[in-house]
C-alpha cells in the first residue's frame, strides 16, 4: 500500500475563516490520482476534490482548493469561508495504478460559531 | 440515485461467532472493497475483487474471507470473531477508472 501521511489529528476553524489541511505520500509511480474524501457524523464518505498527477494546476471546487506540489509530494487541501457544515473528518487517498485508494489517518475538523 | 447499500448499519456479535457483513452496489461497477476504519489509523484495505468470483487480499486479510457470487454483491466473512475485530468496516465499489469510489455508510460492529 501506499503511504500516505495525514500529521494533523484535529484542526479548529472560525465560522467563514480559512484552514488549511495536509497530506503528503509516497510513491513511485509517475501517474496517479489524488482525492480528499469528508466524512461528516452520519459516516457517509463524501468526495471533496480530485486531482490527476499529470495536471500542473490545482483543482478547485467551489470553497475547496488543493496546494499539489508533486516534487514534493504534498497535497494540501484548502477550505475557504468555512462554514458550519463543513465539520467532518477530511481524508486525503491515493489511487495506484491498480485501482486501490491508500488513506491517510484522517484530519477532524471543527467549525466554531 | 446509486448507491452502495450495507445491510446493517450497527451489529453486535459474540466472540467466535461466524459474522456475515453483506455489501450490494447498483451501478453495476466491476470493483468492490472492504475497509475497515479504526481511530488514529484510517481506512485500511481488507480485500477487494475486480470481478465476479475474484479477490484479492489487501493490507490486512488475516482473520477475514469474503465472497463474490455476483457482480453486485461483495460479502465479508469474520470466520471466528475476535474483540480486535470490533471496528467501522466500509464497503465501497469503482468502476475501472479514476474517479474514486463510492462507499457505503459503514457497519458499526462490536465483538464482545
Known amino acids: 500500500a501506499q503511504t500516505v501521511t495525514q500529521s494533523q489529528p484535529e484542526m479548529s476553524v472560525q465560522e467563514a475563516e480559512t484552514v488549511t489541511l495536509s497530506c503528503t505520500y509516497d510513491t513511485s509511480e509517475s501517474d496517479y490520482y489524488l482525492f480528499w474524501y469528508k466524512q461528516p457524523p452520519s459516516r457517509q464518505m463524501i468526495l471533496v476534490i480530485r486531482?490527476?498527477?499529470?495536471?500542473?494546476q490545482n483543482a478547485t471546487e467551489n470553497r475547496f482548493s488543493v496546494n499539489f506540489q508533486k516534487a514534493a509530494k504534498s497535497f494540501s487541501l484548502k477550505i475557504s469561508d468555512s462554514q458550519l457544515g463543513d465539520a467532518a473528518m477530511y481524508f486525503c487517498?491515493?489511487?495506484?495504478?491498480?485501482?486501490?485508494?491508500?488513506f491517510g489517518a484522517g484530519t477532524t475538523v471543527t467549525v466554531r460559531a | 440515485d446509486v448507491k452502495v447499500t450495507q445491510s446493517s448499519r450497527y451489529l453486535v456479535k459474540r466472540t467466535g461467532e461466524k459474522v456475515f457483513l453483506e455489501c450490494v452496489q447498483d451501478m453495476d461497477h466491476e470493483n468492490m472493497f472492504w475497509y475497515r476504519q479504526d481511530p488514529g489509523l484510517g481506512l485500511r484495505l481488507i480485500y477487494f475483487?475486480?470481478?465476479?468470483?475474484?479477490?484479492e487480499k489487501g493490507d490486512i486479510p488475516e482473520g477475514y474471507s469474503v465472497s463474490r457470487e455476483k457482480k453486485e454483491r461483495f460479502s465479508l466473512i469474520l470466520e471466528s470473531a475476535s474483540t480486535n475485530q470490533t471496528s467501522m468496516y466500509l464497503c465501497?465499489?469503482?468502476?475501472?477508472?479514476?474517479?474514486?469510489?463510492?462507499f457505503g455508510s459503514g457497519t458499526r460492529l462490536t465483538v464482545v
Open positions: 465501497a465499489s469503482s468502476q475501472i477508472d479514476s474517479y474514486g469510489y463510492t
Open positions: 475483487s475486480y470481478d465476479v468470483k475474484m479477490k
Open positions: 487517498a491515493y489511487l495506484s495504478n491498480d485501482y486501490k485508494l491508500s
Open positions: 486531482q490527476e498527477a499529470y495536471k500542473q
